[in-house]
């Protein structure tokens, strides 16, 4: 069966870098597009990206570019995002979440996140 | 970037009672909409996708409409595993936003 599973809950203090692995498992990692999900306590869900497992290409939604880096592992089937000069304010749950293509039209196909991964905490405090 | 606004942004309801949500594109995202449920502590889960299809495993009591600019969630008959977020999402074009949330609690 399809997983994601991501790696534990980290404390970083303000300027500190964190890396966040969502582990793949129960499908062909490079046939999926892989998206981070952030969303800060008690609020709603911010799409930062994507990356693309087959060619290695990410992209950035505005606000996330700079210090959010996007990276794969693909003999371990695994996504990575790693946060640089963290901020306070980048106190969040981070998740993984694959897309899923459906209802394509030539190249054009909507998109919904099939699978999630169970959720990263980065708290960011001194 | 297309902007999602959902209302309301919180409910209360009773067990067996019917609620509706509804999404409002900020464009025509045709029937480029997701909608997903979110339980405390864990991640979202997709629960209708181009605006009105069911995701395999979902109860029947879930039903999504709407095309172009507006969209509704429904769910009928709530049940107590029923309480929990929801969550509107655009698929028509980059960035991938997602509405602001509407949480469903128990009156």
């Known amino acids: 069966q399809v997983q994601l599973v991501q790696s534990g809950s980290e404390l970083k203090e303000p300027g500190a870098s964190v890396d966040v692995s969502c582990k793949t498992s129960g499908y062909t990692f490079s046939a999926y597009i892989m998206n981070w999900v952030r969303q800060a306590p008690g609020r709603g869900l911010e799409w930062m990206g994507s990356?693309?497992?087959?060619?290695?290409?990410?992209t950035y939604a505005q606000g996330f570019t700079g210090r959010f880096v996007f990276s794969l592992d693909t003999s371990v089937s695994t996504a990575y995002l790693q946060i640089s000069g963290l901020k306070s304010e980048d106190t969040a749950v981070y998740y993984c979440?694959?897309?899923?293509?459906?209802?394509?039209?030539?190249?054009?196909?909507?998109?919904?996140?099939?699978?999630w991964g169970q959720g990263a905490l980065v708290t960011v405090s001194s | 970037d297309i902007q999602m606004t959902q209302s309301p942004s919180s409910l209360s309801a009773s067990v067996g009672d019917s609620v509706t949500i509804t999404c409002r594109a900020s464009?025509?995202?045709?029937?480029?909409l997701n909608w997903y449920q979110q339980k405390p502590g864990k991640a979202p889960k997709v629960l209708i996708f181009g605006a009105s299809d069911l995701q395999s495993g979902v109860p029947s009591r879930f039903s999504g409409s709407g095309s172009g600019t507006d969209f509704t969630l429904t769910i009928r008959s709530l049940q107590p595993e029923d309480f929990a977020a929801y969550f509107c999402q655009q698929s028509y074009s980059v960035p991938l936003t997602f509405g602001g949330g509407t949480k469903v609690e128990i009156k």
């Open positions: 979440a694959r897309t899923l293509d459906f209802y394509c039209v030539g190249s054009s196909c909507q998109k919904r996140f099939d699978y």
């Open positions: 464009q025509n995202i045709y029937t480029y």
């Open positions: 990356i693309n497992p087959n060619t290695g290409n990410p």
